[in-house]
């Protein structure tokens, strides 16, 4: 009841001006630690430095790691999306960094003075796990074999992907690496719900290989005809434009507890409420909806909660990874302006 009454409380909370936020580009700069504190040189701010640029050789600099100039993410994103040697005021090649600096960049380790943080990789963002995780090709879930079907889903949607390449297959089928078998195609037949996507069709759209994986019943949940169809399918166009000029991590799901209604031969759980949780990396936003298993009557923005909200219900921390003064930050803010609306 404390758990039913505190979703009721988010979705009833709607909030009624917004503005838009420009997408800045995000560049290939990585994020970089002094060995001694230090400030931006452009607002003088001292918290996530990032070097800029160290004088390549392609633009007559030496590769001497000092010549590295300090700026904050925000200063630093604010730059153009190539490589940008700043002090000598031109862009450069890809591959103009110093070799030793660039090996510390994607390992991890130091160079002179600096320290730098391994490169991450999909893998590292994935949520805490309280099933059994199982990584396909583009996608990785975490299946309840109590409630048979996946407690999240997590997927990447990235900017330089063309969409719609790959036509929808609709071969729903089991998948074979949950070790306890995933729910079938039986389970859902004359039971009066729809097989609903958790990573969507559309969002793997741009290979044969991601589309059909999109299909297996484990990426499936019972979800109302008039909700699949109306308001999720809303909110999966809303994400998928997000996408259109940035790289975000999408974790989606049902809430599951104590189900009081199932469907087919293997008691396949249905829901009363599903979530997303979007995690722009480039900008350092989060944003986090939770809605009713029916028909959506509200505008978009009414569903949106904070993501600490959201863990509570779930029982799942969706970003582990996060340094923890940045999660607080990201995961108690409920910040509907720093992101573009359609509706």
């Not at 499936?220 to 166009?237: A, C, D, T, V, Y």
């Not at 900008?283 to 809605?291: C, D, H, N, P, Q």
């Not at 978009?300 to 921390?317: P, R």
Request: proline share 3%; net charge neutral.
């Amino acid at each position: 009841m404390k758990k039913l009454l505190l979703i009721l409380s988010l979705i009833l909370f709607s909030v009624s001006s917004f503005a838009q936020s420009r997408y800045i580009s995000q560049t290939t700069k990585k994020v970089v630690y002094m060995s001694s504190n230090g400030v931006c040189q452009c607002c003088g701010d001292y918290e996530y430095l990032e070097y800029d640029h160290i004088e390549p050789y392609s633009c007559g600099g030496s590769s001497e790691a000092s010549n590295i100039q300090i700026l904050c993410r925000k200063c630093n994103r604010s730059k153009s999306n190539g490589c940008y040697c700043k002090i000598h005021d031109k862009k450069v090649g890809a591959g103009c960094c110093d070799e030793k600096v660039r090996a510390a960049l994607e390992e991890g380790g130091s160079s002179g003075n600096w320290t730098f943080e391994k490169k991450k990789v999909f893998s590292d963002f994935l949520p805490e796990s309280n099933g059994e995780l199982v990584n396909h090709t583009y996608y990785s879930l975490s299946y309840s074999e109590q409630h048979e079907q996946a407690e999240w889903v997590f997927y990447e949607i990235k900017k330089e992907r063309i969409l719609g390449l790959a036509s929808r297959t609709n071969n729903f089928r089991s998948d074979k690496k949950i070790s306890t078998n995933s729910a079938n195609l039986s389970d859902y037949k004359g039971a009066g719900y729809d097989r609903g996507h958790l990573a969507p069709a559309g969002d793997m759209s741009f290979n044969t290989t991601a589309m059909s994986e999109s299909f297996y019943m484990s990426n499936m949940s019972p979800q109302h005809p008039s909700f699949n169809r109306g308001i999720w399918k809303n909110l999966e166009s809303l994400v998928r434009k997000w996408g259109e000029n940035s790289n975000i991590y999408i974790v989606t799901g049902p809430v599951l507890d104590d189900c009081t209604s199932t469907i087919g031969i293997n008691n396949v759980c249905v829901p009363e409420y599903y979530y997303k949780v979007i995690y722009d990396r480039s900008e350092e936003k989060m944003i986090s909806f939770i809605l009713p298993n029916e028909k959506g009557t509200k505008m978009l923005k009414s569903y949106v909660c904070t993501t600490d909200s959201l863990e509570e219900i779930t029982n799942i921390d969706f970003f582990p990874i996060l340094e923890d003064k940045l999660e607080k930050k990201l995961q108690e803010a409920k910040d509907i302006s720093k992101w573009i609306w359609y509706e």
